[in-house]
């Protein structure tokens, strides 16, 4: 790929990058991509959009710690929200730097706290085994319809207070948010046409009265009753939780399944000790990096890798690139789930780290640990189709066929 040119030197002397990281062709493969980025520099001008890019973990990390400096109030995406009205209010979390950012993630860390997140735990692995039933008396499935869509689907909205069917919904607006965090391309285009209704509909289902009493959306309300935020923050916070909640899950469990189908010493390894399941989640999201960047913006003129980048500039950093980068990780392309994919970024880094780790974990665990206990066989059953979004990276289709353990 031709996508650094070194006679070339950007702004401030930095080396020039000519590839689109939100071409087709880029996202449809982009760790090829990902390894020019991090040869070219610590820090490298995009000159597609003009806006800086770093793709090696020391930088990438560095800059998650800094938020004072890289801040995200300017929004995550490639819009500068200074410049240009966001397509919906900005998150409260996500776009927010702090002082308002700490507020609001006291209220959705109560709601999401480590007590809640073990109570689910049983429901979950119940679902999870009912569901590895439901497929072994299939044989083949389409592994993203069928189990990484299914089973979040089934576990995610129940656990959150949302009732009725509500899968259409979820996955438009999870698509058309990821992609918004791109440039205006096609990709965006083609989900904001999946959009009809979706936005009220949303927007309803974030409401004190939608939501079902003991679960996490209504457990955000409680913040509001004691007056630390507001009747309408609650909503905005239920929205976080509905947007960034489903489709990370789905695309990381499609992930998973896939490295599990390709490799059958892994799948093996996985099958002798199930107890393994979580380190498999956690390796999928270090190897495939299901959510593969997000922007800052420079609040002062700052030295990074040697370059000095100006204030109010935008940073794409590459979460997925820092993931793989043979400065921090031994054999870095290697999907291994013994190693200690400990340090990885692919929930973020620093006081933006995702917030609903714990409970994603528990729904890859439980559903691996379910598939391993009683598949004996995870194989592929024809070509994966890749899913294109600007921020996402999975797949449209897996193919799998299944066998069971006697
Ligand atoms: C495997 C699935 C998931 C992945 C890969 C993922 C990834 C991420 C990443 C990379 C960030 C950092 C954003 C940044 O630094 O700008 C983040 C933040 C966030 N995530 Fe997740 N996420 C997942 C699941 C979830 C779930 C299940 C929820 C909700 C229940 C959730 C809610 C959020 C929220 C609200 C934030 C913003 C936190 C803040 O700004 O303080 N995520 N996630």
Not at 213 to 218: E, K, M
Request: one cysteine or more.
């Amino acid at each position: 790929m031709r996508n650094f040119t070194p006679e070339q030197a950007g702004p401030g002397g930095a080396p020039v990058v000519s590839a689109d990281p939100f071409s087709d062709e880029f996202l449809a493969d982009p760790f090829p991509g990902h390894a020019g980025l991090r040869e070219a520099g610590p820090v490298v001008w995009l000159e597609r959009y003009g806006v800086w890019g770093m793709a090696r973990h020391a930088e990438v990390q560095a800059a998650l710690r800094d938020h004072e400096t890289f801040c995200s109030s300017s929004g995550v995406g490639l819009s500068d929200f200074r410049k240009e009205k966001p397509w919906r209010p900005p998150s409260l979390l996500l776009e927010a730097d702090p002082p308002e950012h700490s507020r609001a993630r006291r209220a959705v860390a109560r709601a999401l706290s480590p007590g809640t997140v073990r109570n689910l735990r049983a429901g979950f692995a119940a679902e999870a085994d009912r569901l590895v039933t439901e497929l072994l008396a299939g044989g083949t499935v389409d592994g993203v319809t069928g189990i990484a869509e299914e089973y979040p689907l089934r576990v995610f909205p129940p656990a959150a207070g949302l009732t009725g069917d509500c899968r259409e919904q979820l996955l438009a607006y999870g698509d058309m948010a990821f992609n918004a965090f791109g440039p205006r391309n096609h990709l965006l285009a083609r989900s904001t046409a999946r959009m009809e209704g979706v936005v009220p509909w949303i927007a309803a289902h974030c409401t004190r009265q939608a939501l079902a009493p003991g679960g996490f959306g209504a457990r955000i309300y409680d913040s509001a009753d004691e007056g630390s935020i507001t009747e309408d923050e609650a909503g905005l916070l239920v929205r976080s939780l509905l947007t960034a909640g489903v489709d990370t899950t789905v695309v990381t469990l499609g992930c998973a399944l896939d490295c599990l189908a390709r490799d059958p010493g892994q799948w093996q390894l996985l099958r002798d000790d199930p107890s393994l399941a979580g380190a498999a989640f956690e390796e999928t999201l270090r190897y495939a990096s299901p959510v593969q960047t997000f922007f800052r913006t420079t609040t002062r003129p700052v030295a990074a890798g040697g370059i000095t980048l100006g204030a109010g500039e935008k940073v794409l950093l590459f979460l997925a690139a820092a993931n793989r980068d043979p400065r921090r990780w031994e054999d870095p392309d290697r999907f291994d789930i013994r190693r200690r994919a400990v340090g990885h970024v692919g929930f973020g880094y620093g006081i933006h780290a995702c917030i609903g780790a714990a409970l994603s974990r528990v729904e890859g665990e439980e559903l691996l640990a379910a598939l391993a206990r009683r598949v004996a066989t995870l194989a592929p059953a024809g070509e994966p189709v890749r899913r294109l979004n600007n921020t996402l990276s999975g797949f449209a289709s897996l193919p799998l066929v299944l066998t069971p353990a006697r």
